[in-house]
């Protein structure tokens, strides 16, 4: 196991169009973020599962977004009828929680940088 | 006031120079801190996890001020290679385990 991967690094669509992300965690990993990232900005969060549970979402997450980890592994970002102002880096990031204790750090994919046109 | 404040800089130091950053946080209960790194168009990396009697990984040193609600991160010796964005990261306590993501601070070390 590599690291966390997403998948695709980059995606052009145009406005409208609905667009799939995928996100592969590190196996181990229990929990897993969807965070948004705009030039200048830090990442925002929108949304994390605890195995297959989807926990919290952002008030970001618009009704256009939907976020599913239905094995408790992989988890894929939906947005459907995109718009100019969703153009962002989508990063995933997964973490080991365990029931008891701390959580040090987060481990982040490479991102997938959507851009509508 | 945003959850976790950071100066975005760019702060612009010669090699071998000793810089600082800070970060504060308005979350009082805020349970645990960490400095990740950020290379242009890249992700976010963990650079160190801050504890409460600060911590030093060679060059780097984290601290952490609850009083004045502040972590701080200190690079000696500035590498051309420490050029990056450093984002701060706060996570609250209790059960979410939801970290929030300071905008960073730019670093741009020159010869």
């Known amino acids: 196991d590599t690291g966390v991967s997403q998948d695709p690094r980059h995606k052009i669509t145009k406005r409208g169009q609905n667009v799939t992300f995928r996100c592969d965690p590190i196996s181990e990993h229990n929990r897993l973020y969807w965070y948004r990232q705009t030039l200048g900005q830090g990442p925002e969060f929108l949304t994390y599962?605890?195995?297959?549970?989807?926990?919290?979402k952002s008030r970001l997450l618009s009704d256009r977004f939907s976020a599913e980890r239905p094995k408790g592994s992989f988890s894929t970002l939906e947005i459907q009828r995109t718009e100019q102002g969703d153009s962002a880096m989508y990063l995933c990031?997964?973490?080991?929680?365990?029931?008891?204790?701390?959580?040090?750090?987060?481990?982040f994919g490479s991102g997938t940088r959507l851009t509508v046109v | 006031r945003k959850e976790v404040e950071q100066d975005p800089g760019p702060f612009n130091v010669p090699e071998g120079a000793t810089v600082a950053f800070n970060c504060t946080y308005s979350n009082s209960a805020s349970q645990s801190f960490f400095w990740y790194r950020q290379d242009c168009r890249k992700e976010p990396k963990l650079l160190m996890s801050v504890y409460s009697s600060g911590n030093e990984d060679g060059r780097f040193t984290a601290q952490l001020n609850r009083a004045s609600q502040y972590i701080s991160l200190l690079i000696r010796d500035s590498k051309l290679s420490d050029s990056a964005t450093y984002l701060c990261?706060?996570?609250?306590?209790?059960?979410?385990?939801?970290?929030?993501f300071g905008r960073g601070t730019s670093l741009i070390v020159h010869p």
């Open positions: 990261v706060v996570k609250p306590a209790g059960g979410s385990y939801i970290p929030t």
């Open positions: 599962f605890q195995n297959e549970a989807q926990l919290e």
């Open positions: 990031a997964s973490s080991l929680v365990p029931r008891t204790g701390p959580n040090y750090g987060y481990t």
